[in-house]
């Protein structure tokens, strides 16, 4: 699986954005799917994470720092996974990557088998 993350930008504080990942392969729907983030000088830390089952749809989790601003969707049909970021804050600064695995505990650990190269997001108070 190959992961191409794109959408980052420089937005003003309270503005939005909206991360997608595209995945190579014919089994993303099989995945689970998630979002990390590094600022510079600290560690990477789990951003956002979904799965997908064919009985009840994508189930998802958040940090609890971007809960209720944070949105992560999927589109099995495009291989996409998307983040909607809204009420952006300066500390939301960092450069994004996305995961796969099909591993919903390994995604969430940073643990995941595959990692996309990353996209930055500036938000500027």
């Known amino acids: 699986v190959q992961l191409q993350a794109s959408g980052g930008g420089l937005v003003q504080a309270g503005g939005s954005l909206r991360l997608s990942c595209a995945a190579s392969?014919?089994?993303?729907?099989?995945?689970?799917m998630g979002w990390f983030r590094q600022a510079p000088g600290k560690e990477r830390e789990f951003v956002a994470a979904?799965?997908?089952?064919?009985?009840?749809?994508?189930?998802?989790d958040y940090a609890d720092s971007v809960k209720g601003r944070f949105t992560i969707s999927r589109d099995n049909a495009k291989n996409t996974v998307y983040l909607q970021m809204n009420s952006l804050k300066p500390e939301d600064t960092a450069v994004y990557y996305c995961?796969?695995?099909?591993?919903?505990?390994?995604?969430?650990?940073?643990?995941?088998?595959?990692w996309g190269q990353g996209t930055q997001v500036t938000v500027s108070s």
């Open positions: 392969g014919r089994t993303f729907s099989s995945y689970v």
């Open positions: 979904i799965s997908w089952n064919r009985w009840n749809g994508g189930s998802t």
């Open positions: 995961t796969a695995d099909t591993s919903r505990g390994r995604v969430i650990a940073g643990n995941g088998d595959y």
